[in-house]
C-alpha cells in the first residue's frame, strides 16, 4: 500500500465514518453503529472504495489501544474494588453459558460425537469461539453516554477484562485437545504473573507520575508519558504473557486513574481517538466483512450461531446479575454490554483454523456475529438508558 493509497483511504474513511456517524446520532443511534456502517458501505460488501491493509489493521490496533486506555483512565478504582467479585462471577458465567451452548449448537446440526473424536473438539471449539468478548464498542458507547465511571459501567469492562483471561484459558484448554504440547497450567501462571507485576509496577510507575505531576500540571509531557505506557503495557501484556493488548492498555489506564490530571490526559487522548483512530478501528470492523463472499450453504448455522451467541451472553451475564442484586435494567446493561464480538473472536477463530480444528467455511458465521453484535450493542445499549428516565450526556457537535 503505497503513501498516496494510505492518503486516499484514510480521507475515505474519516470522511465517511463522520457522516454515517452523524447520521446514527440524527436517527438516535451511536456514533460508532454509524462508523461500523460506514466500514460496510466503502469496504468489499459494497463499493470496495478501501481495501483492509496491513497498515490500516495497524491504525485500528492503536485505536482500540487507545480508547481501552481512555477507560481504564475513567475507571473509579473504588467503584472497581466493590465489583471485583461480582464482575468476576458475572465473566465466568459469561464464558461458561456461551461454550456450552455453541457445543451443543455444532452438534445439533451436525451430530453428537464421542469425547475426544475430531467431531467432539470441533464442537467445543465452536462454542469457545462464542466465550470471546470484545468491549471496545461498549466502551465507546458508555463514554458517549458519560456512564463509563458508573458501578454498571465499571463491572462491565472489569468483567470483560477478566471474560479475556478466561477465554485465553479456555482457548488453551481446547488446543491441548489437539496438541498435547499446549501447557494450560503455563497460561494460567503467566497470566496471574502478568497482573501481579502490573500491580507491583504500577504502584511504583504512579507514584513516580505522582511527583512528575506535582511538579509540571497540565503540561504535555504528562498525556505524552500516559500514552507511552499504554503502549509498554500493551505490548509486554501481549508478548510476554499472552495476555491481550488492550488488557494491558486498560491496566495503564488504571494506574493513572488516580493521578489529578487523569482527566487531563483523558482528554488528550480523546482528541486523536475521536479524530482519526477511533472511526478507523470502527469502520475497520466493515472493511474485514465481505458479504459478497457469505457462504449460503450453512446460512442456517450462521443464523442459528449468531442467536445463540447474542443471547448466550445477555441471559448468562444478565440473570447472574440479577442473582447479585443488580435491578432489571442494569442486569439487561450488563448482559446486553457483554455481548459484543470483535478482534478477539477472529484470533480465536484463527487459531483454530491453523490448529485444523475449524474448516475456513465457519468464518461466515464469526463474521456475521462480529457485524450484527457491533451494530445491535449500542442501538440496545443506547434504547436501555433512554428507557431507563436517566440524563444521557450530550456528544459534543463537531
Given at each position: 500500500m503505497d503513501t498516496l493509497e494510505i492518503l486516499r483511504s484514510l480521507a475515505i474513511i474519516i470522511l465517511s465514518a463522520k457522516f454515517f456517524g452523524l447520521v446514527a446520532r440524527r436517527l438516535k443511534a451511536p456514533q460508532v453503529a454509524g462508523e461500523i456502517v460506514a466500514g460496510l458501505i466503502i469496504g468489499p460488501s459494497l463499493l470496495s472504495l478501501v481495501q483492509d491493509s496491513d497498515f490500516l489493521s495497524g491504525m485500528a490496533e492503536i485505536g482500540v489501544i487507545l480508547l481501552m486506555f481512555s477507560a481504564g483512565l475513567e475507571t473509579d478504582i473504588e467503584k472497581l474494588k466493590k465489583s471485583g467479585i461480582k464482575a468476576t462471577i458475572i465473566?465466568?458465567?459469561?464464558?461458561?453459558?456461551?461454550?456450552?451452548?455453541?457445543?451443543?449448537?455444532?452438534?445439533?446440526?451436525?451430530?453428537?460425537?464421542?469425547?475426544?473424536?475430531?467431531?467432539?473438539?470441533?464442537?467445543?471449539?465452536?462454542?469457545?469461539?462464542?466465550?470471546?468478548?470484545?468491549?471496545?464498542?461498549?466502551?465507546?458507547?458508555?463514554?458517549?453516554?458519560?456512564?463509563?465511571?458508573?458501578?454498571?459501567?465499571?463491572?462491565?469492562?472489569?468483567?470483560?477484562?477478566?471474560?479475556?483471561v478466561l477465554g485465553i484459558v479456555v482457548l488453551t484448554a481446547v488446543l491441548s485437545l489437539k496438541n498435547p504440547n499446549a501447557n494450560l497450567g503455563l497460561v494460567c501462571i503467566k497470566t496471574m504473573a502478568f497482573f501481579g507485576l502490573s500491580l507491583i509496577v504500577g504502584i511504583i510507575i504512579f507514584k513516580i507520575m505522582e511527583v512528575i505531576d506535582r511538579r509540571w500540571p497540565h503540561t504535555r509531557r504528562i498525556p505524552i508519558m500516559g500514552m507511552a505506557l499504554a503502549f509498554v503495557m500493551a505490548y509486554v501484556a501481549d508478548k510476554y504473557f499472552g495476555v491481550a493488548d488492550i488488557t494491558g492498555a486498560y491496566v495503564a489506564g488504571i494506574i493513572l486513574s488516580s493521578l489529578d490530571d487523569s482527566e487531563y490526559i483523558d482528554r488528550k487522548m480523546d482528541i486523536s481517538s475521536y479524530m482519526l483512530f477511533g472511526p478507523i478501528f470502527f469502520a475497520s470492523v466493515g472493511l474485514q466483512t465481505n458479504l459478497r463472499t457469505v457462504d449460503m450453504s450453512i446460512f442456517a448455522f450462521s443464523a442459528a450461531f449468531v442467536i445463540v451467541g447474542l443471547l448466550g451472553k445477555v441471559v448468562g451475564c444478565g440473570l447472574i446479575s440479577k442473582l447479585l442484586k443488580y435491578n432489571n435494567s442494569d442486569s439487561l446493561k450488563i448482559g446486553v454490554g457483554m455481548m459484543t464480538r470483535g478482534e478477539v473472536a477472529l484470533i480465536v477463530a484463527q487459531r483454530g483454523l491453523k490448529a485444523g480444528i475449524m474448516d475456513s467455511k465457519y468464518f461466515t458465521a464469526v463474521i456475521l456475529l462480529i457485524v450484527v453484535s457491533s451494530i445491535l450493542t449500542p442501538i440496545c445499549m443506547k434504547a436501555i438508558y433512554a428507557a431507563d428516565g436517566r440524563q444521557v450526556s450530550p456528544v459534543a457537535e463537531c
Open positions: 465473566a465466568c458465567v459469561g464464558v461458561l453459558l456461551p461454550l456450552i451452548c455453541g457445543t451443543i449448537l455444532y452438534m445439533a446440526f451436525y451430530g453428537f460425537a464421542a469425547y475426544g473424536s475430531p467431531e467432539f473438539i470441533k464442537a467445543v471449539f465452536i462454542g469457545t469461539i462464542l466465550t470471546a468478548t470484545s468491549v471496545s464498542i461498549t466502551v465507546q458507547v458508555l463514554k458517549e453516554l458519560g456512564k463509563v465511571s458508573t458501578e454498571v459501567g465499571t463491572t462491565i469492562m472489569s468483567a470483560a477484562i477478566i471474560d479475556d
